[in-house]
């Protein structure tokens, strides 16, 4: 295995890590909390997909950096070695802040649909 598989294998678990990990941790936090998810999930989660995205494929690019090629070291080419992994940690971030809004809004909505009818059945007095 070269460092280009290596790569386009770390950019497709870049892509998919970060979202799910925000939709894992959106479930979990869901079936622990009975009145859904916080506002604080939306604000961290989101945040944190943007440091994702930010920091995760330049992290990756110093664990295993591109081998060392003659040709490219004395200026006679443009070396974009890594690239792919940026580009997968920017679509993973991306993807993990749809997934957090996503799981929010879900949330939510199950959250808003429990109140209603519970107001609807005389359960809850508002």
């Not at 040709?71 to 443009?78: A, F, I, Q, V, Y």
């Given at each position: 295995m070269d460092y280009n598989d290596f790569e386009l294998i770390a950019a497709v678990g870049l892509c998919l890590i970060g979202p799910l990990a925000a939709v894992t941790s959106a479930v979990l936090l869901h079936r622990r909390r009975p009145d859904g998810i916080s506002h604080w999930y939306?604000?961290?989660g989101i945040l944190g997909?943007?440091?994702?995205?930010f920091f995760?494929?330049?992290m990756l690019i110093e664990l295993f950096?591109?081998?060392?090629?003659p040709?490219?070291?004395?200026?006679?080419?443009?070396d974009l070695r890594g690239i792919i992994l940026i580009l997968g940690s920017w679509v993973g971030g991306l993807l993990a802040g749809l997934g957090t809004m996503l799981s929010f809004a879900i949330s939510q909505s199950i959250q808003w649909r429990r109140k209603r009818k519970a107001l609807q059945d005389g359960k809850l007095v508002a």
């Open positions: 939306l604000l961290c997909s943007i440091l994702y995205g995760a494929g330049l950096p591109p081998p060392y090629v040709g490219l070291s004395e200026g006679r080419g443009l």
